[in-house]
């Protein structure tokens, strides 16, 4: 089987820096990855970790230690829009589908 | 681009009524698709994926079944709607990255 751990709220001032962690445990491994969901939307994709360390794109950074069997999420200059619900996912090794975590819902306030 | 089309955007229906929602992906070939239910504020359940044409693989024991007629359609159906079905369903396409997953705007279902 398989689980993810993710805090389940957070809470953060627009313009500061917040980190999302997830802790996994799977048996076999194949990559972590993030999704944003804004309040009845649908999930659009933000970033992929294959292997260990630091994935960038724009305000959004992403680690993997596979070591620790843990990533975080890393949103930078916060924006109220960025108010949402973000989930980490695994795949597992040979598996054609994700394990999505129950998710963190980020508030952001002025 | 690729795009993908979810009907209807909202639908209530009776227990004990059928249900069948459909899935499309433009701009694509051969794709992996899925189908996905979240309870209001809680995680994504994966509910089936199809890697071809015919081939369905079910995650969780349920009411509920999908078929995939064409390579682009996925469609996911009931044939008796009990209370505990009520969620949002979502259909999701990748190709070659199975990390990497397009979801489209979902359904939201009621079952009274």
């Known amino acids: 089987g398989q689980s993810l751990e993710q805090p389940s709220e957070v809470t953060a001032v627009e313009g500061a820096i917040v980190q999302i962690n997830c802790t996994y445990q799977?048996?076999?491994?194949?990559?972590l990855s993030w999704y944003q969901q804004h309040d009845g939307g649908a999930p659009t994709f933000l970033s992929y970790?294959?292997?260990?360390g630091l994935e960038e794109t724009g305000r959004f950074s992403s680690f993997l230690s596979r070591s620790d069997s843990y990533g975080y999420l890393l949103l930078q200059e916060l924006q109220m829009k960025d108010s949402a619900s973000y989930f980490c996912a695994v795949r597992q090794t040979g598996a054609n589908n994700l394990f999505f975590g129950t998710g963190t819902r980020l508030t952001v306030i002025p | 681009s690729q795009t993908i089309h979810q009907w209807p955007a909202t639908l209530v229906q009776p227990v004990g009524s059928p249900l069948s929602l459909e899935c499309t992906v433009e701009g694509t070939s051969n794709p992996n698709l899925y189908w996905y239910r979240q309870a209001a504020g809680r995680g994504l359940q994966l509910l089936f994926y199809s890697v071809g044409i015919g081939q369905i693989s079910s995650e969780v024991p349920q009411n509920l079944s999908a078929s995939r007629p064409q390579d682009r359609q996925f469609i996911l159906s009931s044939k008796k709607l009990l209370l505990s079905d009520s969620g949002f369903y979502l259909c999701?396409?990748?190709?070659?990255?199975?990390?990497?997953?397009?979801f489209g705007p979902g359904t939201r279902l009621t079952v009274l």
């Open positions: 999701a396409w990748s190709v070659g990255e199975v990390n990497t997953q397009y």
């Open positions: 970790n294959g292997l260990d």
């Open positions: 799977t048996s076999g491994f194949y990559g």
